[in-house]
């Protein structure tokens, strides 16, 4: 393997391979100002070339360029009119976008200074001024700024950092103390925000309109004595930018990081200047594109963000909906360390859910393998835990049907928190319902002229027929495929994917996906178990429903069509936890509907025996008081037993 020097050398036919080899590593971050991206590209590629990661890379790489080339296809298939109409209609919307732009507000977004490596220089002051990152060989959690100047950053290979800084000190990360410092950082912010919104352990959004009127100071003198305050409580420095909105808000305190702030007015002239500097107002030229291109939701986010448009309000209280905590590591096929890095995970899951009081049913497990491939398996429980040794107890056999196999990531989830705490129901009523969203889609196509067709703006989405209490699927690296398995104790299937194509979940599809689910599934003989729900009878109950319970789909490969929150396709780990609460409801669902058909079964059988069994006393008594008076049941009865042979 060749190896990474200064300049840029070339093949001796005058190649330079890695300057098409695209990674997250050479993208700016605070700090790598003046960094030779080429130099970093080139030993990012040398020291990948040949691993398993090089190879889930090249496999993504050829996907983004398979897409890339079907959007050219489509471009090239656009005429002078089509570009027109559709500039017309980018037009339209920007106006409707631009008049919801709201300037009354003003947000605050915190982002401490490479937080986890200025935590470990505060407890050892030797590191100060040294090149350190946080993490091993094997991943790097973050690196100060002093490492940063050499092209050494967060989510870095270590032995690719140390290729690029043979000086550079590795810290173990120690997230106890992470969260100490975290807290000391939120108890300053809720001085100026009591419902400020952490992002994570190190950035935060605060609303600060109410204490800036309040006070009748200007938003920037509250930023310098946040950060301030934040300084005196815990020793470290933050950034912090202040818009008329949170993304505005996030970008502007990147500007002058670290330890110091930049404050946009709350003028539209003032913004519009703003976003003019920076590339994706570029993206608003192309206007006629985008609307030709992509789909409506995903067309209007890029229109938001080239008008510097976003969230104003401060978000509704929402019940959490899943918790989830995750590690790298060397690869490894060692059972008995895997074993180990579960249990410290239920140890630090369990921890943070009795700290919030929770307890919940459904478990997921999260694997990456050596060659970067996702697999995850989830677990819906009869009752709710929360303890150690109960989710140890039930991760330890998700990871058993798993094994053997080469790790490098293991995390857990835990979702469908108990409903007594969370009052049953987390609908928003202002939710628009996905009959409604059907119709505005329907609607919406009017604007596109038939050369785009549907399929060009919805991508095929995955639809999961669940029957079972265990569901395991598998992710590609590239995301491209999976499969997944349902798995009911004592009834064991696997099932393939339906693929199902366009926006329409409605009932009227019942016949062609039973259909489709019975060519797919050998199904006879295997539900014996009169407990067990036959594969007929779930359809049959979702037909009769009405379309109570919808299969989860992503329409436009964006928006769920359960409940119509947008999700981008990048975003893999929030889509996972959607998937995930939208399974453990209509898991809970189906079996309310199994309880309640037992019940009225039981009942009516109770009623039967208990009718029976008075009707054999009277009969009895009656027979006790006459004497010679035999009912005739108890004739037949006799007869019957006489004929019988001996």
């Avoid at 100060?128 to 870095?156: D, L, Q």
């Avoid at 997921?364 to 995850?376: A, D, G, I, N």
């Avoid at 409604?436 to 027929?465: G, K, M, Q, W, Y």
Wanted: neutral net charge.
């Amino acid at each position: 393997m060749a190896t990474a020097t200064e300049g840029t050398e070339t093949n001796d036919d005058g190649a330079r391979p890695w300057q098409s080899y695209h990674t997250v590593y050479t993208t700016a971050k605070a700090g790598m100002d003046g960094v030779d991206k080429e130099k970093v590209q080139r030993t990012v590629y040398e020291m990948s070339k040949g691993s398993k990661y090089f190879q889930n890379e090249e496999r993504k790489d050829a996907f983004i360029t398979q897409k890339i080339d079907k959007l050219r296809t489509q471009c090239d298939k656009l005429t002078q009119a089509d570009l027109s109409h559709f500039q017309k209609v980018a037009d339209r919307r920007i106006l409707e976008l631009e008049a919801l732009r709201d300037l009354s507000r003003i947000w605050l977004h915190v982002d401490m200074d490479a937080f986890y490596a200025a935590v470990e220089t505060l407890s050892n002051p030797t590191l100060k001024g040294k090149p350190m990152a946080v993490g091993s060989m094997s991943m790097i959690s973050t690196a100060n700024y002093e490492a940063r100047k050499f092209g050494v950053r967060a989510a870095m290979p270590g032995f690719i950092a140390r290729k690029l800084c043979p000086e550079l000190i590795f810290v173990p990360t120690d997230f106890k103390k992470y969260t100490h410092y975290s807290d000391l950082t939120r108890t300053v912010f809720r001085r100026y925000d009591p419902n400020f919104m952490a992002a994570s352990l190190d950035e935060a959004y605060l609303d600060i309109t109410e204490v800036c009127k309040r006070r009748n100071i200007k938003s920037e003198e509250i930023a310098e004595e946040l950060r301030t305050s934040v300084y005196e409580e815990t020793g470290l420095t933050c950034s912090a930018g202040v818009a008329p909105n949170r993304l505005l808000a996030k970008v502007c305190s990147d500007i002058n990081k670290p330890n110091g702030q930049y404050v946009l007015p709350n003028d539209r002239m003032a913004v519009m200047t703003f976003i003019s500097s920076l590339p994706i107002r570029k993206m608003l030229e192309k206007a006629s594109y985008l609307c030709a291109l992509f789909s409506q939701s995903t067309a209007d986010f890029f229109f938001s963000v080239g008008l510097g448009l976003g969230k104003t309000d401060s978000p509704e209280v929402r019940f959490r909906k899943s918790i989830s905590n995750e590690r790298t590591f060397s690869a490894t096929e060692d059972e008995v360390l895997l074993y180990k890095k579960l249990a410290e995970l239920a140890e630090i899951l369990s921890t943070d859910m009795q700290k919030e009081g929770l307890c919940g049913r459904t478990l997921t497990l999260k694997l990456k393998t050596s060659s970067f491939e996702v697999r995850t398996r989830a677990m819906t429980l009869r009752k709710y835990i929360s303890s150690r040794e109960d989710i140890l107890k039930h991760a330890s056999e998700l990871l058993k049907a798993e094994l053997p196999l080469s790790v490098r990531l293991i995390g857990l989830r835990m979702s469908h928190f108990d409903g007594d705490k969370y009052g049953g129901s987390t609908s928003n009523p202002k939710q628009k319902t996905i009959t409604d969203f059907i119709a505005s889609v329907d609607a919406d196509r009017n604007h596109f002229l038939p050369d785009v067709a549907d399929h060009d703006f919805v991508s095929h989405t995955e639809t999961n027929v669940s029957i079972g209490s265990c569901q395991t699927s598998r992710d590609s690296a590239d995301g491209n495929h999976s499969s997944d398995v349902n798995c009911q104790s004592g009834t064991g299937w696997s099932s393939e994917e339906i693929q199902t194509s366009g926006n329409n979940a409605s009932c009227s599809n019942y016949g062609q996906v039973k259909e489709a689910v019975e060519s797919t599934f050998p199904i006879q003989g295997q539900f014996e178990d009169t407990s067990t729900l036959n594969l007929s009878n779930l359809l049959d109950d979702e037909r009769l429903s009405s379309c109570e319970d919808k299969t989860m789909l992503w329409l436009n490969d964006y928006k769920c069509s359960l409940c119509g929150i947008e999700l981008p396709p990048s975003f893999v780990e929030e889509r996972l936890e959607h998937s995930d609460f939208h399974l453990a409801e209509k898991l809970q669902k189906e079996e309310s509907r199994i309880h309640q058909r037992t019940s009225v079964s039981s009942r009516s059988w109770d009623q039967k025996n208990r009718i029976t069994r008075e009707s054999i006393s009277k009969k009895q008594k009656l027979s006790q008081k006459e004497g010679s008076y035999r009912p005739i049941d108890y004739f037949f009865l006799l007869k019957s037993n006489k004929n019988r042979p001996s």
